[in-house]
């Protein structure tokens, strides 16, 4: 069984530059959440993705924008760089189960530093 | 707004010597508590996840447990290899919806010492 995959492992830009994020899903997996995590804290979330459309939503301004695939692979855009974008970005994808709770398996993320 | 609370920040530890890290919360409806470790740049690794108050999880040398406001994870007879940072995060009940936003907490940062 392959686990969350992303793309690249690291990534320099500069302000003003747009990015583009890669992740491929877990075999079976049907939803890949994206999460921002800044040096010593906790991942935050950006949003998640099922069956193609955008499911929910953290505080993150629409420059930050997504695109899942039917083969649940996804992509995680964002535009116009600013300094405070530099962080590990974190793909997790898991199997969906209404009205209960599942669990996220992570990928081992893509270090984005702006500069 | 859902919030997770980790203590302490950092825990240095010999190897054997046994302790807990604690995890409080609040939630509007908890749907999971999850347990992940995350060693120095990789992603987050899953070890548990706790779906109700007095429910509790064992792997090796670690024991989860969950009560209605917070959660601990036991650790006994540390070695050197269970160095890394402990996350906790939240799942919250959504009115009817799927959505599974983790909230996280800071995290622990956990040194054994050989």
């Known amino acids: 069984e392959t686990g969350v995959t992303q793309s690249p492992t690291h990534l320099i830009k500069t302000r003003g530059q747009q990015v583009t994020l890669r992740c491929s899903s877990q075999s079976g997996h049907n939803t890949v959440s994206w999460y921002q995590q800044a040096l010593g804290q906790g991942p935050q979330f950006i949003f998640q993705?099922?069956?193609?459309?955008?499911?929910g939503r953290g505080n993150f301004p629409p420059r930050f924008s997504g695109l899942q695939f039917p083969n649940y692979s996804s992509e995680l855009n964002v535009n116009a760089l600013e300094l405070d974008d530099s962080a590990l970005y974190l793909c997790?994808?898991?199997?969906?189960?209404?009205?209960?709770?599942?669990?996220?398996?992570f990928g081992p993320g893509t270090r984005l530093t702006v500069l | 707004e859902d919030q997770v609370t980790q203590s302490p920040e950092a825990l240095r530890l010999q190897e054997g010597e046994s302790s807990s890290l604690n995890c409080s919360y609040t939630?509007?409806?908890?749907?999971?508590l999850f347990w992940y470790r995350q060693d120095p740049g990789k992603g987050p690794e899953f070890l548990f996840t706790?779906?109700?108050a007095g429910e509790e999880k064992e792997k090796e040398r670690l024991k989860a447990t969950l009560t209605k406001k917070e959660s601990f994870l036991h650790i006994t007879a540390p070695k050197p290899e269970d160095s890394a940072t402990y996350l906790c995060?939240?799942?919250?009940?959504?009115?009817?919806?799927?959505?599974?936003?983790?909230?996280f907490g800071q995290g622990t940062i956990l040194t054994v010492h050989p």
């Open positions: 993705y099922y069956r193609e459309e955008e499911n």
């Open positions: 997790a994808s898991s199997f969906l189960v209404s009205g209960g709770p599942y669990t996220q398996y």
């Open positions: 939630v509007s409806g908890l749907r999971g």
């Open positions: 995060a939240v799942q919250a009940s959504a009115g009817g919806t799927s959505y599974g936003k983790l909230t």
């Open positions: 706790l779906y109700s």
